[in-house]
Nanobody, 125 residues
């Protein structure tokens, strides 16, 4: 069993930065995948960024590449999403998720089997 708790969302202006945190507890292993997704009102939940708990390979959606960075703090069992140069179209509820079984599929929403409760990010123009 894995528990994920997101924090760090808020209301910011276009061009500002935010850092989201996802604290993980439970059975997390080195080859597990960790991802961030977001869902805007009336839209499907979409992939944002992902990496394995260990390893250097990171994956990003084209819409956030160069602005968002996923990172991990092993000592704190926490995954971060640093978001810079935020745009109004980044407004959404942001979720962290983990894959603990199956083949690693970083961009596939259906491959993740544990999800956090989400944190709201609102970017005003």
């Amino acid at each position: 069993q894995v528990q994920l708790v997101e924090s760090g969302g808020g209301l910011v202006q276009a061009g500002d930065s935010l850092r989201l945190s996802c604290a993980a507890s439970g059975r997390i292993f080195n080859n597990n995948g960790l991802g961030w997704f977001r869902q805007a009102p009336g839209k499907e939940r979409e992939f944002v960024a992902a990496s394995r708990w260990t390893g250097d390979t990171k994956h990003y959606a084209d819409s956030v590449k160069g602005r968002f960075t996923i990172s991990r703090d092993y000592a704190k069992n926490t995954v971060y999403l640093q978001m810079n140069d935020l745009k109004p179209e980044d407004t959404a509820v942001y979720y962290c998720a983990t894959q603990t079984m199956g083949a690693w599929a970083p961009r596939s929403r259906d491959a993740y089997n544990y999800w956090g409760q989400g944190t709201q990010v609102t970017v005003s123009s």
